[in-house]
């Protein structure tokens, strides 16, 4: 592994100001955030006059679509490897073989980054990586932003705090938001896409949600398991963000989506009051300490079920003792 | 009517502090935003160490009971009148025989304003009455905010703009309600409370909802009876903001809810593209262009939705040709 560096944000923009050619890489299973990020700091890059372009092991959602018109496509042998918002170089996906040791500049904002850039940039104060990417680019030299760019970063922001609900909402999240909203972006039009629309499958997937749902530990855990024939049955669009569906339920404390994947049950937790990011170390996972993943081995959802619900007892049952 | 005067926000706080003996009025069938002003303006008048109390024709949602401490009881006779957010005299419901002429300064944000009070301030930039007041506050001789004026704010500002999702959000809007932040309540907490969190009852509703949604012109149209069986089964609380959810799928541009009441069925009526306003005026009612009301006399359900229907596809039909 290389020994990460770390600079600080004046340095990161003096990388890029210094530096051209740069190929930015986004995490696998990309967000709002990382998207919003890699398409964001492109096309900034692009108007400072520099090359860049981007790469990820999966494609740009259609719900972001929008993103591609704030960068213009180029094509060039790359100098410089840049990734935004990944917290590990196993999140790289397909692309880790080709990129995993060869990445310049981390940009991330997880507080479980693990080192793998020869330049590491980490504030997980940040509620979204698009945060720090917002401060970058007001850092480079000429004036980079416009409204294509600020609807990327806005994106990022508003996903990552579930439009300013979650707690990792801070003062300058607001902040910045309110600013990118002045490059005159529709935000409400945005939002309602990104937030309230549903397809009628997202309507009968929440359906079977509720509608299967498990509860335990004295009602203060969920658990729903989607095999692979449910998950199947709708388009990708349509399961994300399901994973926040069993802990909106009152009294629920810890809510689990398992979805049924090749390498095994891929559980997703969410928590109001617990820390998830520890049950799910326990099956090799990680993430933020209210939401969470882990991938769990298991011949069966009866079993995933009940692996996952044992390590969450534990840890809910201290929380009512 | 009175005369009214329009003042600045700077006389407005001097009016406060040089006078005594506020009594605070809030519109009936109060929401997040009368309600924030009107517990948030109350604690600070308060702690500049003037007497001030509360007012409304109706009694304080349980779910903003935490506002209750930002304020203390206080008993004396009113020297001064205030109403917050309320638009309309007749909008202060049973308290407007008593008030309606006595109001000696109205703080508002509606630009539907009617002018009822000696003096009027109304900012119709302003996302919600809270931003109106939170500003104020800062005008105020001495430092009066503290963590519960500023929940009750910060609740106002949120339930006004769907959490900052709907078109009326600013960058002042942002940046007020992440100053609020800075005074410490629990954000994310209260946020839950207001927007995600759902009881085992209002899931099975919205069960109900998208099991028997009924879709017409083309789809472009949904349309849902609630009978009064239902909406007795669960509590009043349930069905908040349950007028939303049919806008909510994907290709509908008119949504509508339709609930058994003594006086006939009461029509909610949400749109993204539609003057719905002008539909419930076919029907003796109103409201806003994209969100309005109406009560519709009819035999049963299938009478209602069938009227309804009709009005709709006329409107509907104009927008697809």
Redesign the interface.
């Known amino acids: 592994m290389n020994k990460a560096t770390n600079i600080t944000l004046k340095q990161a923009a003096e990388f890029f100001i210094g530096h051209d050619n740069f190929l930015i890489l986004s995490h696998a299973n990309p967000d709002g955030d990382t998207e919003g990020c890699a398409y964001g700091l492109c096309g900034a890059l692009q108007r400072l006059g520099k090359k860049a372009r981007l790469a990820c092991s999966d494609p740009l959602s259609e719900r972001f679509s929008y993103m591609k018109e704030a960068v213009e496509k180029q094509q060039f042998d790359e100098s410089f490897v840049v990734s935004v918002d990944v917290a590990d170089r196993s999140l790289l996906g397909d692309l880790e073989k080709l990129y995993g040791d060869k990445v310049d500049l981390a940009i991330d904002h997880h507080i479980s980054h693990r080192p793998f850039a020869e330049r590491v940039y980490v504030d997980d104060s940040a509620a979204a990586a698009c945060e720090i990417i917002y401060d970058l680019i007001k850092l480079l030299e000429a004036e980079c932003l416009d409204e294509k760019i600020a609807k990327c970063l806005y994106t990022g922001i508003a996903t990552d705090t ?6 990792n ?7 910045k ?3 990118l ?2 490059y005159g972006f ?3 039009a945005l ?2 896409v990104l ?6 499958a997202r ?1 009968g997937l ?2 079977y949600v ?2 299967n749902i498990e509860f335990f530990a004295e009602d203060k855990g969920a658990v729903i398991a989607l095999s692979k024939e449910i998950l199947d049955s709708v388009d990708a669009e349509d399961v994300n963000g399901i994973s ?1 569906l069993p802990r ?3 009294g629920v404390e810890v809510g689990i989506v398992l979805k049924e994947k090749e390498e095994g049950w891929k559980a997703s937790l969410r928590s ?1 009051s617990v820390n998830v990011q520890e049950i799910c170390g326990h099956f090799g996972g990680g993430g933020h300490i209210r939401a969470a993943g882990c991938t769990i081995k298991a011949a069966d959802a009866e079993e995933a079920k009940r692996l996952i619900k044992e390590e969450v007892t534990k840890v809910v049952e201290k929380l009512l003792n």
Chains 1, 2 share one sequence.
């Open positions: 579930g439009c300013f609900k979650f707690g909402t801070t003062r300058h999240t607001h902040l938001a309110g600013e909203m002045e529709d935000a409400a939002n309602y937030f309230d629309m549903k397809t009628k309507i929440e359906r509720f509608e926040a909106q339920i009152q109001n």
